[in-house]
Nanobody
Framework: QVQLVESGGGSVQTGGSLRLSCTAS????????MGWFRQAPGKEREFVAA????????TNADSVKGRFTISRDNAKNTVYLQMDSLKPEDTAVYYC????????????????WGKGTLVTVSS
């Protein structure tokens, strides 16, 4: 059983930056591709970014390309989401996710979810 704990959320003004962290425990972190999702009020949860278990391959949603960067440190069992040029529409609860395997497969399910961290971007 893998536990995922997110941190780093908060309030920021438009154009600002935040870095989210997600630390895993209870499993072999390097066996999992990792992803970030978000859910805005009244909307469905959506994919944001993912990274392969080796860290060599990443993929981003079109809405965050050029602004968000996902990375991981397998020695620290942690995945990061650097968010720059934040917009009010980025306001959401951000969730960390783990999927067993080498590369994130968007049509496969998530094996483990974190509980989320709230990001609020004000105009």
């Amino acid at each position: 059983q893998v536990q995922l704990v997110e941190s780093g959320g908060g309030s920021v003004q438009t154009g600002g930056s935040l870095r989210l962290s997600c630390t895993a425990s209870g499993g072999t972190f390097s066996m999992y591709a990792m992803g970030w999702f978000r859910q805005a009020p009244g909307k469905e949860r959506e994919f944001v970014a993912a990274i392969s278990r080796s860290g060599t391959t990443t993929t981003n949603a079109d809405s965050v390309k050029g602004r968000f960067t996902i990375s991981r440190d397998n020695a620290k069992n942690t995945v990061y989401l650097q968010m720059d040029s934040l917009k009010p529409e980025d306001t959401a609860v951000y969730y960390c996710a783990a999927q067993k395997g080498g590369f994130w497969r968007r049509n496969y399910g998530v094996d483990y979810w974190g509980k989320g961290t709230l990001v609020t971007v004000s105009s």
